[in-house]
């Protein structure tokens, strides 16, 4: 039995789990931008500059505890660490549905944060521990999945729903699944394949032996300082800082952004706002699928960040004077900038042994979380300064060049392991 032939159940069983996880945080920190789009810095009397810093508060909690969420993770238990992720997380993005003034709102949003600081690290170990080298792409993009088709529902739901009842009973809505969700998460999930009662022994061992030889082949590295100290590991945090800059202005900005253009209506904003993340979900699979296949992860990183890059920079060129040109362009930028998410971070568990690589890449996360808070603050600034979005199309498409510069620096893992029997027989 190879690595291509193991287990195949464990797509059927885990990936499910993971996304619907990944989705529900998700879901719980991007609607905030249809709240701003829909009355609540008029309800609690939030100037534009405060708006946008609130916005960006929950990156702050979320920076702060990445690797010790990643610590207890790789040491202890992702089953019990996730589980009261959600159910706090749940409660939070609930009561942010409640908040009467802005020190109320502005402490949701920090503690939002960091109880879902965990999760990403969290879920990438877990993915590590049940999926080889050669699948870890895809896996990765459909944790990360979660992301773009969570936007893409939720930007009409979340319309339809301020349409009817408003942003407080949106909040209220929408943070109850991730409390459910937590029961089911804690029945279904197991740690490691060695305790799954839906595996045979003998698919355990396959695993867990595939595994082990993946971690063969690649240097040994003593501790957290070793690894966070790697001339990799620091080019992909200040990349991963970077890169966020443009992903989350564009999430949390978009739905102003496309009000302010055409003095569209909540429900009109929703839908346009899903397309490119219905764009985005293509992109990551058909992305993932042939950096898998090709296993050369920088080729499916730089590319698609610079043509995000580009299309943000094409989209403030064209302006306002021609609204589905510009659109369509920010569509691209969307599509492009979440395509190698699933390639990115399978780079880490490639360089750095298990003991290590679930820290390394909470730093790199973290890095982004700063990155994040960076970009939805100042995006979320200058829009409210200007009046306009151009000056953000321009920030944001920088942010993304300097991303491209520093992923082509990255030194690639040297693979030790010998060709598997399967690669060995195809090229024979």
Known sequence: ??????????????????????????????????????????????????????????????????????????????KKLVFWCLVLWGICASLTGVVSNIPMLAAIRFILGVVEAAVMPAMLIYISNWFTKSERSRANTFLILGNPVTVLWMSVVSGYLINAFGWREMFIFEGIPAVIWAVLWWFMVQDKPSQARWLSNEEKAALEEQLRKEQEGIKAVRN?????????????????FAWSIGVYGFVLWLPSILRNGTQMGMVEAGWLSAVPY??????????????????????????????????????????????????????????????????????????????????????????????????????????????????????????????????????????????????????A
């Open 224 to 240: 957290y300082r070793e690894a966070f100290k790697s001339r990799n590991v620091i080019i992909l945090c200040v990349q991963y």
């Open 1 to 78: 039995m190879n690595k291509h032939t193991i287990a195949p159940k464990r797509w059927w069983y885990i990936i499910p789990i993971i996304f619907i996880t990944y989705s529900l945080a998700y879901l719980d920190r991007a609607n905030f931008s249809f709240a701003s789009a829909a009355g609540i810095n008029e309800d609690l009397g939030i100037t534009k500059g405060m708006s946008s810093l609130l916005g960006a508060l929950f990156f702050l909690g979320y920076f702060f505890f990445q690797i010790p969420g990643a610590m207890y993770a790789e040491r202890r238990s992702v």
């Open 278 to 427: 219905l764009a985005a979900t293509i992109a990551m699979i058909v992305v993932s699928w042939a950096s898998d296949r090709m296993q050369n992860r920088k080729l499916f990183v730089w590319p698609l960040l610079l043509i995000g890059a580009l299309a943000f920079l094409g989209s403030w060129m064209v302006g306002s004077s021609n609204f589905w040109l510009s659109y369509s362009l920010l569509v691209i930028a969307g599509a492009a900038m979440y395509a190698p998410y699933g390639p990115f971070f399978a780079i880490i568990p490639e360089m750095l042994p298990r003991n290590v690589a679930g820290g390394a890449m909470a730093l790199i996360n973290s890095m982004g979380a700063l990155g994040s808070f960076v970009g939805s603050w100042i995006v979320g600034y200058l829009n409210g300064a200007t009046g306009s979005p151009a000056a953000s199309y321009i920030f944001m498409g920088a942010a993304l060049l300097v991303s491209v510069f520093l992923t082509l620096i990255v030194k690639p893992a040297e693979n030790k392991q010998p060709p598997s029997p399967h690669r060995a027989a195809r090229h």
